[in-house]
């Protein structure tokens, strides 16, 4: 049996930025919000209007981090703690880490094929509207036979 591995599309990030839009709609937050592939590189990319510009990097960076160490920056967050297993992690990748939560990977067979970054509101709403996008997907990646 082939096993064949998904592919992030363009249209499956557009997908996941629409609907990260809508939750921080409902939030009341303007953000920025970064889908990237597999590659490391950015397949699609939104600036709501108001969002702080320090968002654009910082979105984009923690989809980088979710992506290449295949877990949400808010768990990172707590292994970079001072005396914590991965403490100064933030500075590797010349300082593209970051390690605070808004990032995370979209897996398939428990490996990242891309991730989603979110940055403008508080952490928690980070989290939230990139946990929004994220679960669009969560079922078009379902194997055959799963």
């Known amino acids: 049996m082939i096993s064949l591995k998904p592919t992030l599309s363009s249209a499956h990030a557009r997908q996941m930025i629409e609907t990260s839009k809508s939750k921080a709609n409902e939030l009341d937050v303007a953000c920025s919000i970064a889908v990237i592939g597999p590659d490391g590189h950015l397949l699609s990319f939104d600036r709501q209007d108001g969002a702080m510009p320090g968002s654009v990097e910082l979105a984009i960076n923690k989809a980088f981090t979710a992506q290449i160490f295949n877990n949400g920056t808010d768990a990172l967050s707590v292994l970079a703690q001072p005396g914590a297993e991965l403490f100064g992690i933030q500075h590797s990748y010349n300082g593209r ?3 605070f939560g808004g990032g995370m990977p979209i897996r398939f067979q ?7 970054g979110v940055s403008g509101g508080t952490v928690a709403e980070d989290v939230a509207i990139a946990e929004a996008g994220a679960g669009v997907l969560a079922e078009s990646f379902v194997p055959c036979g799963a």
């Open 110 to 116: 428990g490996q990242a094929i891309g991730a989603i």
């Open 97 to 99: 880490v970051v390690v």
